[in-house]
T-cell receptor, first 115, second 113 residues
Framework: KAGVTQTPRYLIKTRGQQVTLSCSPI?????VSWYQQTPGQGLQFLFE???????NKGNFPGRFSGRQFSNSRSEMNVSTLELGDSALYLC??????????????FGEGSRLTVL | AQKITQTQPGMFVQEKEAVTLDCTYD???????LFWYKQPSSGEMIFLIY??????QNATEGRYSLNFQKARKSANLVISASQLGDSAMYFC??????????FGSGTQLTVLP
C-alpha cells in the first residue's frame, strides 16, 4: 500500500516567487492536512481539506493557500515568498471523516529553501 | 486550545535498555487523542502510537507503549529494548475538536551502542 507522496522533495526559490507543493494521500483517505516545520516555530498546522472543502485553517497569512481535487490529491501554494517561509512542509492523510484518530500518516515532506 | 509540553530536549539510552519520553498536555476538549511520532533525519513523520482520551487501557504497538495518566495529563512514550535505529526526534501531539494536531517541541533520542 503506497504511503503519502509529496512532490517535490526539495526546492529552492528566491524571495518574491511563488511555489506549489503537491500531496497524494494514501488510497482511500479523503482528508489531507498540511503542516509547516521550522527550527524556530516547530510544527504548525496550516490547513485541512476533506472532500475538496477546507474545513480548518491555521494562523497563517493569506499568502498560504491550498486546494483539494476530486481524487483527494492536494496542493498548497505560497505566494510572494519570504525568507521565513523556508521550512519543511509536511502533508498528512487520514481516512477519518470526523475527529482526528490514530490513522494519520505523514509524507516525507517538501523542503523549501527561500534565498 | 491545546498545549503539549516535552521537557526533555535530548535523551540518551543504552542499546537494549528501555527509555521513557515525557509528554504532558493541556486541553479544554472533553474528547481528544494523543499521538507519538518519530522523525528521523530524513524528515518523514512516522506514526508510532495513538491513545484516545476515553480508552481505558494504555495503547501498545510492538516495542512502543503509551503510559496514559489522564488525571496527571501525561502521555509518556515507553520504548522497550532500544535499538540503534530508534535514534531520532520524537514528537508528542494531541488532537481535539479541531481537526488538527498540536505538537510538542520534540525530544532527540540517541541510542548508544
Amino acid at each position: 500500500k503506497a504511503g503519502v507522496t509529496q512532490t517535490p522533495r526539495y526546492l529552492i526559490k528566491t524571495r518574491g516567487q511563488q511555489v506549489t507543493l503537491s500531496c497524494s494521500p494514501i488510497s482511500g483517505h479523503r482528508s489531507v492536512s498540511w503542516y509547516q516545520q521550522t527550527p524556530g516555530q516547530g510544527l504548525q498546522f496550516l490547513f485541512e481539506y476533506f472532500s475538496e472543502t477546507q474545513r480548518n485553517k491555521g494562523n497563517f497569512p493569506g499568502r498560504f493557500s491550498g486546494r483539494q481535487f476530486s481524487n483527494s490529491r492536494s496542493e498548497m501554494n505560497v505566494s510572494t515568498l519570504e525568507l521565513g517561509d523556508s521550512a519543511l512542509y509536511l502533508c498528512a492523510s487520514s481516512r477519518s471523516e470526523r475527529k482526528v484518530t490514530g490513522e494519520l500518516f505523514f509524507g516525507e515532506g517538501s523542503r523549501l529553501t527561500v534565498l | 486550545a491545546q498545549k503539549i509540553t516535552q521537557t526533555q530536549p535530548g535523551m540518551f539510552v543504552q542499546e537494549k535498555e528501555a527509555v521513557t519520553l515525557d509528554c504532558t498536555y493541556d486541553t479544554s476538549d472533553q474528547s481528544y487523542g494523543l499521538f507519538w511520532y518519530k522523525q528521523p533525519s530524513s524528515g518523514e513523520m512516522i506514526f508510532l502510537i495513538y491513545q484516545g482520551s476515553y480508552d481505558e487501557q494504555n495503547a501498545t504497538e510492538g516495542r512502543y507503549s503509551l503510559n496514559f495518566q489522564k488525571a496527571r495529563k501525561s502521555a509518556n512514550l515507553v520504548i522497550s529494548a532500544s535499538q540503534l535505529g530508534d535514534s531520532a526526534m520524537y514528537f508528542c501531539a494531541a488532537s481535539g475538536s479541531a481537526r488538527q494536531l498540536t505538537f510538542g517541541s520534540g525530544t532527540q533520542l540517541t541510542v548508544l551502542p
